[in-house]
């Protein structure tokens, strides 16, 4: 029997851009320090971040 996993099952919560307020500060840290790369598999990092969203507006359905 194959168990198929939901959003709901997965996480508690999920906030949208509108559920969030990011407000400008001042940081120590430096541009050069941040690290946004991403792991997407075990044998698999992207050092850039171009992995898409999974909305049907910035990605067709054949994801």
Known sequence: ???KLTSQGLFEEALTFDDVLLIPSYSKVLPRDVNISTQLTT???????????AMDTVTEHAL
């Open 43 to 53: 044998d698999l990092r992207l050092n850039v971040p171009i992995v898409s969203a």
């Open 1 to 3: 029997m194959e168990r």
